[in-house]
């Protein structure tokens, strides 16, 4: 067993676990951070790059679920479930119906929306901490929509979310093709979000951010947490590399982070994952403005350093089957639809990643135990990206016993003690 002198251990080197560490090795604490592969090597590496705080409303809709038989039995759609998986996703699935509520489905909202409201601001203020503003290009997205029927749609979309104060405008197709000239005169027109932004490379991001930790004082050690226990003196965790002994420690490890809530806080956390995919094309560098999304397809397409990423979808699979890279090369289907002349796809990759997602669309980011030894942050489902650096101001926040910016209660871990 080895007692470590750090203030805490960060579990989870994604973009969740080094915004939290960089913070906290900001505000003095020292860390250890743990990753069993890679910093970045999780969802956050291969994500959209979109800073989507127009998305306010949680996953679970009365009008997706109308929608789902028609999506599932798409074979280019944007759903799928391996069915084998059926069993174990049931439960996941009947929260998921039973968040439809009005009151429940609004206080996710109200929830989601409080957090995407600042987490713009928050990125700027911890990339501009370390210098690396480059990393953010704050221009704005794109909601485009190629059938007639979809502008009302999209229009009372708009309405509901000028109710969240979200900026938004409506592009008729002359603006949309102005703002993107590439894309297909068979677009009709778009939503504007100019309150949204795009990351030139995650990948990159999550490096500067462990770098910028490091350059802090941050150690970090390359190992699998298999286990842990709270014990008198703080709390124990099993490694590939042995036993730990710390003070505090901090779970953000993810969609994988179920086993490890459960041995630190007892609680049986609803913690499914939503597989999701990209596809990138090297060879199509400025081919778009901003990131655009497509309406029906539901699918992104994100102007990146490294290409134009094609990336969405939701499968439910669990966390051990292999990636169905069919469903990130039919991003390139969907992508083609939208431009006239041909895209070009050499050198193009697929990627396979697994968001975190609750039932509820909300995050956990809480401090419990007996003495406060555990610190959480995990389940941004599809907005781990958007919602880090805002996440990592919080986590601070709690572990410095501060009060937090905003009311933390509807992101407890205790909304699902069982
Ligand atoms: C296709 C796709 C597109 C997306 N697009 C966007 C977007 O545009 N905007 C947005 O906001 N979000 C987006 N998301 C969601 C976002 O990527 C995730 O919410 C976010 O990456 C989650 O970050 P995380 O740090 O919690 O998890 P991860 O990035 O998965 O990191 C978890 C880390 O924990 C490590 N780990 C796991 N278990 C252990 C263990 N036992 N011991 C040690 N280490 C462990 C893993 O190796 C990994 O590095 C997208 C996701 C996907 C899949």
């Known amino acids: 067993m080895k007692t470590m002198t750090q203030d805490i251990i960060v579990i989870g080197g994604g973009v969740i676990g080094t915004s939290c560490a960089l913070a906290l090795q900001q505000a003095g604490q020292s860390v250890l951070l743990l990753d069993r592969e890679a910093p970045g090597a999780g969802a956050s590496s291969g994500n959209a790059g979109h800073i989507a705080t127009e998305q306010v409303f949680p996953l679970a809709s009365t009008e997706i679920l109308l929608q789902l038989p028609k999506m599932l039995l798409d074979p280019l759609g944007p759903l799928s479930i391996d069915w084998r998986y059926l069993p174990q996703i049931t439960p996941w699935m009947l929260q998921l119906v039973s968040n439809m509520r ?160 459960r041995a630190l806080t007892g609680v049986k956390v609803p913690l499914e994952t939503e597989r999701g995919y990209n596809l990138m094309l090297p060879k199509e560098l400025d081919t778009l403005p901003v990131a655009v999304t497509s309406a029906e397809r539901r699918f992104i397409m994100t102007p990146m350093q490294g290409g134009l990423r094609l990336a969405g979808t939701v499968e439910f699979a669990g966390l051990e089957r292999e990636a169905n890279m069919k469903r990130a090369r039919m991003l390139q289907q969907h992508a083609q639809a939208l431009f006239d002349r041909p895209l070009n796809t050499e050198g193009a990759e697929p990627w396979m990643g697994r968001r975190p997602s609750l039932p509820d669309s909300l995050p956990v980011i809480d401090r419990t135990g007996p003495k406060g030894e555990v610190l959480l942050a995990f389940g941004h489902q599809h907005l781990g990206l958007t919602q880090a650096a805002l996440t990592a101001q919080l986590i601070s926040q709690l572990y410095q016993n501060q009060p937090t910016t905003y009311d933390l209660e509807p992101y407890r871990l205790s909304r699902f003690r069982n």
């Open 102 to 261: 009005p009151k429940v489905n609004k206080r996710s909202a109200d929830a989601l929306s409080t957090l995407n409201r600042a987490s713009l601001t928050a990125w700027r203020d911890m990339l501009g901490s370390i210098n690396r503003t480059d990393l953010l290009q704050e221009k704005g997205s794109l909601l485009a929509y190629e059938k007639p029927e979809t502008k009302a749609s999209l229009l009372t979309h708009m309405e509901k979310l000028s109710t969240y104060d979200v900026p938004v405008a409506h592009l008729d197709g002359a603006e949309l093709h102005e703002h993107a000239p590439a894309l297909s005169k068979r677009l009709l027109g778009a939503l504007e979000f100019p309150a949204t932004a795009h990351v030139t490379d995650p990948l990159k991001l999550v490096e500067a951010l462990f770098e910028a930790a490091q350059q802090q004082g941050m150690t970090y050690s390359q190992t699998a947490v298999t286990g842990g226990r709270l014990t008198e003196a703080g709390v124990e965790l099993e490694t590939a590399d042995g036993t730990l002994r710390c003070k505090r420690v901090l779970i953000a490890n993810g969609a994988y982070a179920k086993p490890l809530v």
